[in-house]
Every structure is written in C-alpha cells, then in structure tokens.
C-alpha cells in the first residue's frame, strides 16, 4: 500500500512564526503536491513538485514555499505564519501516468491554527 | 485545461442509487475523466477513471456518453459510509507529469438513515 505521511495531524503558531509541514511517501512517486482545503473553497494547490530539486507554483503559492531535496519528502513552508493561512493541509503524491492516468495517494491532512 | 461543473450539493438515503454530474463541455479529445472522494477529516482517495462509454469497479460506476461533453458518477445503494465530498477531474494525456490538477469544490453528498 501506498503511504502518504505528513508530520503532524493538528498543529497551533503564533502570528509571524517560520512553520514548516513535511510530508513523506513510501513509493517512490516522481511527482508531489502541496493543497489546502478551505470550507467553501474546496482543494486548491499551492506548489507542486516534478521531481527532486524541481518545483512549480499552483494556484495559491503566495506566503509559501517548498523544498523537495530527497525524492521521498516535500516540505511546505510558512516562512512567516498569519491568520490567514489557518486551513487543512493536504499533501499528497503520483507517479505520472501514461493517457491520462492520475491516480494521486494523499496524506491525512495537518490542519494549522494560527493565532 | 477543461473546465468542470458539478452540484454543490446531494442528499439521498439510505439504499438508494446516487447519481453525481459532471459537465466538462469543453474536454479535449485524449483527456481522461477521473473521480476522487474524500471522506470528512480524511485526504481524497481516486475511485474511477474513464475515457468513454461504461467503466465500473467495486466502489462505483462511471458513465460517459458518446460527446463526451459529460460525466455520471454513479453509486449503486449507498449507505450512510458514502457520506463525503466527490471530485471530478478532467485528465489530458501526458507524460513526465506535467499535468496540473485542478479538485475545485466537489460534490457533497449526504446519505440519510
């Protein structure tokens, strides 16, 4: 089986805090992503990862960044935490597929407070 | 990218068929139409992907007519475990993963006793 760990299922910062999300998968998978999911706004991607070394902005990328330096972990970063970024945080990963195939293996999720 | 649409919300009961819409009028030619579901305070998990006519698996079955302009998820006798978010995705061919996803809001079905 396919696992998707990410560090922490429930996480509280302060205003101004460096926050760092780590998630790890298990398989191998080329390709890692980073969501957050809001009520009413459904999953949206922040950056997403080809491969090591190599990452690309979604949607959202404004007051993130990321690290891919192993093929296993992609980090998220909150290089300084606000009110706003309190939300459920998915990672997940995919080995991409040849016609369209897109299976993608999430993680439980890491829902930040920040206060 | 095709974009989707699909209801915000479903209620059904207890045994019944649920059937969950998905427009994607503009889809290319080579994309794939793909389902995920998300159970409350859980990560979305694929259920089923197709290409046209009829796919069906353990979980549920897709159904894709001949213009492709639109998707049915269909889940045979639901029970109150079926209760989460439904996704649907339009998936272009490619390799190397360039591929963006796109989940948007989903579909939130409830099942009542």
């Known amino acids: 089986d396919v696992k998707v760990t990410q560090s922490s299922r429930y996480l509280v910062k302060r205003t101004g805090e460096k926050v760092f999300l780590e998630c790890v998968q298990d398989?191998?998978?080329?390709?890692m992503f980073w969501y957050r999911q809001d009520p009413g706004l459904g999953l949206r991607l922040i950056y997403f990862s080809y491969d090591v070394k190599m990452k690309e902005k979604g949607d959202i990328p404004e007051g993130y960044s990321v690290s891919r330096e192993k093929k296993e972990r992609f980090s998220l970063i909150l290089e300084s935490a606000s009110t706003n970024q309190t939300s459920m945080y998915l990672c997940?990963?995919?080995?991409?597929?040849?016609?369209?195939?897109?299976?993608?293996?999430f993680g439980p999720g890491t829902r930040l407070t920040v206060l | 990218l095709a974009k989707t649409t699909q209801p915000i919300s479903m209620d059904s009961y207890e045994g019944q068929e649920v059937n969950i819409t998905c427009s994607h009028n503009?889809?290319?030619?080579?994309?794939?139409i793909t389902w995920y579901q998300q159970f409350p305070s859980q990560g979305p998990r694929f259920i089923i992907q197709?290409?046209?006519t009829k796919v069906t698996n353990e979980v549920a079955s897709l159904f894709i007519p001949a213009d492709r302009k639109s998707s049915t998820l269909s889940l045979p006798r639901v029970s109150l475990s079926d209760t989460a978010v439904y996704y649907c995705?339009?998936?272009?061919?490619?390799?190397?993963?360039?591929?963006?996803?796109?989940f948007g809001r989903g579909t939130s079905l409830i099942v009542h006793p």
């Open positions: 503009n889809i290319a030619t080579n994309d794939y």
């Open positions: 997940a990963s995919r080995t991409p597929g040849l016609a369209g195939e897109d299976e993608q293996f």
């Open positions: 197709g290409y046209k």
């Open positions: 398989m191998d998978h080329e390709n």
């Open positions: 995705l339009v998936v272009p061919p490619g390799v190397g993963g360039s591929y963006i996803p796109t």
